[in-house]
């Protein structure tokens, strides 16, 4: 595998947004489980910024989803108007940078740094859970106020089932999943027809940030969120996308380092806390319920199967597809029990 030096296309990005203030290092702080890349870019006069240099997908949804993002920043209301670390724009328009050539295809994007307050624990209490499910609800109640002054998207949940569906008819694809094409096959016809089964394509559609791990975001001392910094996973979806990951906070196994993505958090009892209080404040509705074994089910399929690879770095992404196949297909319909939701909610 050739390593590349990602430092000269910082440079030359930094150069084409602003060549009257000199890059003078570039340190490289990228989380150590993904492949994605992030740099501490130090200017002259003391001056910092945060570079992301990606290379997966297309540079179309590179550059959609980072102007929906910045969209969103710009005109999320009190207490949100500053939540998120925003993107640096040149004449009134998203800055991105595209470099091309015959190793490597990336793209960059520069944020202003963001202030980080208190993280959360690795094991949460209840009042912790609890606070959560009611910050989540306003935040995903702020989100869809302003959904129609945001810019258009092409990314779907089916747009990129299909996707996959078409990866493993190509030689890649039926290389890449020979043992398990039927399963592939049959976890993508199911999640198809449930979402037509429920109707989801009706759901609404808000800005999601899917992963929602503790290192992702920091809250105020009234735990309320403060700050959020890491995009990798943001579509416009139904809100249902964001609870898998909360409910993993919730867990009795809390953050770690070595992990899996089991369907267990979403029926724990420290999960139905969050959610009793997330209904009070933004009510869920049946389909909505039932909707959250297809989310885990498209987790699974897009972000640890179709991009795992991607995503992960490779010991992480063999041992995550492996246990999708092994484990957390085959238990999405054992463990998954909707009438404990809907009872706890009175739906």
Not at 107 to 129: A, C, D, G, M, T
Not at 267 to 287: A, K, N, S
Not at 291 to 317: Q, T
Request: proline content about 4%; some cysteine.
């Amino acid at each position: 595998m050739r390593i590349i030096n990602y430092d000269p296309i910082i440079r030359r990005a930094w150069r084409e947004y602003d060549s009257s203030r000199r890059v003078l290092s570039i340190t490289d702080i990228s989380a150590k489980v993904s492949t994605n890349h992030v740099f501490r870019v130090k200017l002259e006069n003391d001056d910092m910024v945060i570079a992301k240099l990606s290379y997966f997908g297309r540079f179309e949804h590179f550059l959609e989803d980072h102007s929906l993002i910045n969209a969103l920043s710009t005109n999320l209301p009190e207490p949100y108007s500053n939540f998120l670390a925003r993107s640096l724009t040149k004449h009134n328009q998203l800055y991105t940078y595209r470099h091309k050539d015959q190793f490597i295809d990336a793209w960059v994007v520069f944020y202003n740094p963001i202030s980080v307050k208190e993280r959360l624990p690795r094991i949460q209490p209840e009042e912790n859970i609890r606070a959560m499910g009611r910050e989540l609800a306003k935040f995903h109640k702020a989100c869809f106020k302003i959904r129609n002054v945001l810019p258009g998207w092409s990314k779907t949940i089916k747009y990129d089932i299909y996707h996959l569906m078409e990866i493993i008819k190509t030689d890649l694809g039926r290389f890449e999943y020979r043992l398990h094409l039927d399963d592939i096959k049959h976890q993508c016809v199911l999640l198809l027809e449930n979402m037509d089964r429920l109707k989801a394509d009706s759901f609404p559609a808000i800005p999601v940030f899917v992963d929602w791990n503790i290192g992702n975001f920091s809250v105020d001392e009234n735990l309320h969120f403060y700050s959020r910094w890491d995009y990798d996973w943001f579509r416009m979806s139904s809100r249902i996308l964001d609870f898998y990951f909360f409910s993993r906070v919730c867990s009795t196994i809390g953050d770690r380092t070595v992990f899996s993505y089991l369907i267990d958090p979403l029926m724990e009892d420290r999960f139905m806390w969050f959610l009793e209080e997330y209904h009070q404040i933004y009510p869920l509705t049946r389909p909505e319920v039932l909707f959250m074994k297809e989310a885990y089910r498209f987790f699974i399929l897009n972000y640890v199967i179709k991009d795992g690879r991607y995503f992960f770095h490779e010991i992480y992404a063999s041992k995550l597809q492996l246990e999708a196949f092994n484990t957390y297909f085959p238990l999405i319909d054992l463990r998954f029990n909707p009438d404990k939701i809907l009872s706890t909610l009175q739906l």
